[in-house]
Structures are given as structure tokens and as C-alpha cells.
């Protein structure tokens, strides 16, 4: 497939685009700015110019694509307005093809998890988050017009020594001691960054259409967990130290989320496994340590 991708030069897309280069896919990546084509063109990336933010710049590479990937990490005022234009303006261009259009998304979209939950189970996000499952619906609604329309739901990303987990690497770097909020006694699911990417591929490969599949892991660690880890692996003993998540604003809301979630539909369907190690691992011994050293 000619496979295109927004948002390629961010952690998730970088990712995203390798798995899809590796399964022997021509891949193109969005470039808004020359920042972001140098970057690319670092990499060996094949770049059109494309702004989330100006969809009609989206139109011609979007025409020339089998299958297009969103995971834009908008920055802007409205990230959301940004979102839905943009995505607007794909399905426009998209409509009729049946061509293959994925959405990046989140776990955080089902809220507070009472049990392990699937992709049946409603969808109850923080407040801040509501616009995000709206996006969704869209997206899935996309099979009424001719697209083969896909969402991936993403649990908390970790690897080389990036995403959210990184903050708490710092702050136990700078404090001797990791931030956490709350009593810490909160789940996450998890989900390694080439793991995310492998799914994204075979998502979009043989993904059944209007369907979302969850990006998670087999564990359950809780938050305190995860921050003791990162806490040892910074070398602070495991020290952590307790923080309002008001500090964090609607952000911390999402991290307080206690989630469990099932990657049953992923491994049924598509034949996906994890492979990486689990994130506290890779958080006392794996990439983190590694660019703590290196910075």
C-alpha cells in the first residue's frame, strides 16, 4: 500500500511509520513546517507538505494514498477543531474509494474501567476528552460513505526512553524522587511503542471496517508501580513523593484514570501480540536509564 501518514514525526507516528516501511509499504509523511521535512528527509522519508491545521492542504496527498494514518498531536488552542477539520476534509476527499482511513486515539476514551473492559463497552471520557470519542464516531461512521474507516485506541505509550512515563523519569532526576499523584493505587494500560506501531499496521492491513481495536499490553500495573520503577531506574531508591494531580490540570485527571483493558479483539483477529517487555522493566532497566546517561 501507499500509505500516508500525518503526524509521522512525533512519538507515536515515528513508530508508526518504521512498522509500516518494515512490512514493505511506501510510506509518505505530512511535513507543515521545515523543521519537520529536515527531519524526515534525516530519516530517509518520503514527505509532501500537509498542515492539520490547513485542510485543503491535505487534498492532493491525501488522493494519492491507499491508506491514510492520523495521529496528529495538535498543539494548538482548539487541538479538537483542528482534529475535526482536518478529518473532515480527508473523508471528503476519501469518499467512495473504500480506502483504508485509521485514527489514533486512547484507552482514556472509556473513563473509569469497573472490570477489564472490550470494545463493546460504552465509552465514558473525563470532560475534557468527550470531543475525542466524538472524533471517533466519525471516523467509524466512515464505512457509510466508502471508506474503510478504523480507531485505534492507544493505552499509555512508553519506549526509548520517551512519552508520558519520561516525566517521571525527571522528576526523579531533578528531585530524587518521582511525582505521584494521588494515592497511586490507580491502573494503567500500557502499550510499548513498536508494539502500538505493529498493531497500527496490521490494523490498517486486515482491520475490519467501522471496527476500533485496543492498543494495550497484558498488564495492569498500577500508577505507583510504574512510578516506583521509574524512581529506581533514576537512580532515587524507589522514593517517590505524593502531588496534588491538580497540578496537572485535566491531564492529571486522565493519568488517575484506574483502567484495565482487554487486547482480546487485537489478538483474535489480527493474529497481534505484545512483544515488548512490561513498562516497569523497561523503566528500571531498559531505555530510560539508557537516556538518562546519554542527556
Not at 486512547?106 to 470531543?131: C, I, Q, R
Not at 513498536?194 to 498500577?222: C, H, I, Q, W
Amino acid at each position: 500500500m501507499d500509505v500516508l501518514i500525518l503526524g509521522a514525526t512525533g512519538y507515536a507516528g515515528s513508530a508508526i511509520e518504521r512498522a509500516f516501511s518494515r512490512r514493505g509499504h511506501w510510506t509518505v509523511a505530512t511535513a507543515r513546517s521545515d523543521i519537520a521535512r529536515v527531519t524526515l528527509a534525516s530519516r530517509g522519508i518520503a514527505h509532501a507538505f500537509g498542515d492539520a491545521t490547513r485542510p485543503e492542504t491535505l487534498v492532493e496527498p491525501v488522493k494519492r494514498a491507499d491508506a491514510v494514518v492520523y495521529c496528529v498531536q495538535a498543539t494548538d488552542a482548539d487541538p479538537w477543531e483542528v482534529d475535526l477539520r482536518a478529518i473532515r476534509a480527508i473523508a471528503r476527499t476519501m469518499a467512495g474509494t473504500e480506502r483504508t482511513f485509521v485514527y489514533l486515539s486512547s484507552t482514556w476514551v472509556y473513563g473509569e474501567t469497573e472490570s477489564v473492559v472490550d470494545e463493546s463497552a460504552p465509552l465514558k471520557p473525563p470532560p475534557h476528552l468527550e470531543k475525542r470519542a466524538k472524533l471517533e464516531q466519525m471516523v467509524l461512521n466512515m464505512v457509510k460513505i466508502g471508506i474503510r474507516g478504523l480507531v485505534l485506541r492507544a493505552g499509555v505509550t512508553y519506549g526509548d526512553g520517551g512519552g508520558i512515563p519520561a516525566m517521571f523519569v525527571q522528576s526523579a532526576r531533578q528531585r530524587l524522587s518521582t511525582m505521584l499523584l494521588g494515592n497511586g493505587e490507580n491502573h494503567w494500560a500500557t502499550i510499548a511503542r513498536d508494539d502500538l506501531a505493529s498493531l497500527m499496521v496490521l490494523v490498517a492491513e486486515r482491520g475490519k471496517p467501522g471496527a476500533a481495536y485496543n492498543a494495550v499490553d497484558d498488564s495492569a500495573f498500577t500508577m505507583r508501580e510504574i512510578a516506583e520503577a521509574a524512581s529506581r531506574g533514576a537512580g532515587a531508591g524507589g522514593a517517590i513523593t505524593t502531588v496534588s494531580p491538580g497540578i496537572l490540570g485535566p491531564f492529571g485527571e486522565s493519568l488517575l484514570l484506574d483502567q484495565r483493558v482487554s487486547n482480546a479483539r487485537a489478538k483474535r483477529d489480527l493474529g497481534w501480540a505484545p512483544n515488548a517487555q512490561p513498562i516497569v522493566d523497561e523503566l528500571e532497566y531498559g531505555s530510560y536509564p539508557i537516556a538518562l546517561i546519554a542527556s
